[in-house]
């Protein structure tokens, strides 16, 4: 009777002497908007930033991972309009036994408030938003995935140094730390224009909103590949201890409660041992409530990824 090995059980297939080149494009964005009873037609500002199109180019070879992005030129909204985001991401993730650790630093320096002709009468139909060039929106997480079935790999959900042959489905614990906010820089207008600001609402003039937030967020994740074809999701909900607080005039004043979290991320493509095609989507929401005032910041990013798995040449 033959015995097949522990390699060949395994619901991935790890390429371990292939050196993977890849290459990718898309964006990332981090809206975000304020809700509070500004007049009676006006309870909500929508602050967009003008992003840019990514291409990444990478090398992968066993634990060993290197991808250089750079910013295209051009914008995906006019300039005239929207001005310009200057972006910055850095991060990092690995894996450890059962569990995914990813960091992440996030900035985007410019927005442009939608539609503010309306409260605005400097503005008219022809340039209706009102550009805020200083105005910077920051997020830096530490997360940790702890995936119950040992089966579950991000490397090979990535499909870069390895990809799923079958099914596998578990439960997860995503551990959460959050530090992020929006404020504009010293001796500049505050977050919230002054036409719309209350006088006797100090939070309406606040220069800085900003949290750190704690928790644990339970999840479901599954994968399957069907022919050549591989889908995967991640989909988690839960609480977060926050600690929020603003500035208003240089005086901070800092409050404690509980904030909503969700996860949602999306990838699937083609993948055989020679070459892999991925399209990759994550969605990270961010919020802030001060009683009837709240900050929501959504970050999500959409970008293909493809590559080619070349055999290591052996010396004789």
């Known amino acids: 009777m033959n015995l097949l ?58 634990w060993f991972a290197l991808r250089l992005a750079f910013s295209l030129p051009g914008n995906f909204r006019p300039v005239s309009r929207y001005g310009k985001t200057n972006q910055f991401n850095i991060g990092f993730d690995f894996t450890y036994k059962k569990t995914f650790f990813d960091v992440d630093l996030r900035s985007y320096f410019g927005y442009a408030i939608k539609n503010a002709n309306q409260w605005n009468d400097t503005l008219n139909s022809l340039k209706p938003n009102d550009i805020r060039p200083n105005t910077n929106s920051v997020s830096f997480s530490i997360n940790a995935w702890y995936f119950h079935d040992r089966n579950f790999k991000m490397s090979a959900l990535r499909g ?13 614990l995503k551990n959460i730390f959050n530090v992020f906010g929006v404020g504009v820089g010293s001796g500049t207008n505050n977050v919230i224009p002054d036409e719309l600001q209350d006088s006797i609402v100090t939070k309406t003039g606040a220069s800085v909103f900003s949290a750190f937030e704690l928790g644990v967020v339970p999840g479901y994740a599954y994968v399957n590949k069907i022919k050549n074809w591989q889908f995967s999701g991640l989909l988690g909900l839960g609480l977060v201890i926050q600690g929020k607080n603003y500035t208003t005039d240089g005086v901070v004043r800092g409050y404690l409660g509980l904030a909503p979290r969700y996860d949602i991320r999306l990838i699937g493509g083609y993948s055989v041992d020679r070459y892999f095609v991925m399209l990759i989507t994550e969605f990270d929401n961010k919020s802030i409530r001060y009683t009837n005032l709240r900050y929501q910041q959504y970050f999500y990013s959409v970008r293909v990824s493809a590559g080619i798995r070349l055999n290591r040449k052996k010396r004789d």
Do not use: C, M
């Not at 870069?160 to 997860?172: G, I, S």
């Open 5 to 62: 090995s522990q390699e060949d059980t395994l619901p991935y297939k790890v390429f371990k002497d292939k050196i993977v080149l890849h290459s990718d494009f898309g964006f990332s964005a981090a809206p975000f908007s304020i809700k509070y009873p500004f007049a009676s037609d006006l309870d909500k500002l929508k602050y967009r930033d003008n992003f840019r199109p990514v291409l990444g180019l990478g090398v992968s070879y066993k």
């Open 160 to 172: 870069k140094t390895a990809h799923y042959t079958k099914e596998v489905k578990t439960w997860y």
